[in-house]
């Protein structure tokens, strides 16, 4: 309900015709704005959508939104004129199935550009490189077939695995980058892996300070991204 309706509705009997007459003012300065508002907006580029879909690296896991990573990206992108919107489709815990599970209803309409960042959790839990990248594999086709650019974003296992499985899941996001011709961000958390200081206390997770590390050192990529993605009207 209007908020001149809901105070008009408060008023004493007295001041009734007068509010009503406020209200019917403000309702057609209201619409009158939005038609005007409209008609300029029609013949305007709107915003790219840059959807960052991945896990918790991705959603902000323990962080106050505005220290997200999409957040921090946007805000990023916006400092250097960019009209572009970052939509957070992060999910604390998601594996790379549980990534390809949902991607079509995640992404939902009009997404211009993917940054996609999934594997950590796969990493974490011992899970088969092979099927790590077979999950990874369906979602570049499918973002492929959507003709939605793609940053691909790598991770790595730490040495406590063994050199066997981290040689493995080292390979898995050169070969899809190449095999797609995706550009490729190595490794989300480089610059933070291995400075206390840029983690939470589970040495997992960025702190917010961490967080800008990162979208300082991948600016430059996603900016690549986005110069290749028109733009809308």
């Known amino acids: 309900m209007p908020v001149l309706v809901r105070l008009a509705r408060r008023l004493p009997p007295a001041y009734g015709a007068f509010a009503r007459g406020a209200t019917a003012l403000a309702l057609a300065v209201a619409l009158m704005s939005g038609l005007a508002g409209g008609v300029t907006s029609a013949g ?3 915003p790219l959508r840059l959807v960052a879909f991945g896990d918790s690296l991705t959603a902000g ?3 106050p939104d ?5 957040v921090r990206l946007q805000a990023a992108l916006k400092k250097q004129g960019r009209d572009v919107e970052v939509v957070n489709a992060g999910v604390s815990g998601d594996t790379s199935a549980d990534g390809l599970a949902r991607l079509d209803w995640s992404l939902g309409e009009g997404a211009d550009a993917v940054i996609l ?3 950590a959790n796969d990493m974490l839990r011992g899970l ?7 999950n990874l594999a369906k ?3 499918a973002l492929q077939a959507k003709h939605v650019k793609v940053l691909l974003v790598g991770m790595r296992a730490p040495p406590s695995m063994g050199p066997e499985y981290q040689q493995s899941f080292a390979a898995i996001y050169p070969a899809l980058a190449k095999r797609y011709d995706v550009p490729l961000y190595p490794f989300f958390l480089e610059g933070v892996i291995g400075d206390r200081k840029l983690h ?3 040495q997992l997770h960025p702190t917010g300070e961490g967080v800008g590390v990162i979208v300082k050192r991948i600016l ?3 900016d690549k991204l986005l110069d290749g993605v028109p733009a809308k009207s």
Do not use: C, I, N, S
Not at 66 to 70: I, L, M, N, S, V
Not at 128 to 134: F, I, V
């Open 44 to 46: 305007a580029a709107r």
């Open 61 to 63: 896991y323990m962080l």
């Open 66 to 70: 505005a220290d997200a990573f999409p």
């Open 117 to 119: 960042e999934l594997g």
């Open 128 to 134: 088969d490189p092979k099927m790590t990248e077979a």
């Open 139 to 141: 979602m570049l086709e």
């Open 200 to 202: 939470l206390a589970d």
């Open 220 to 222: 430059p990529d996603v």
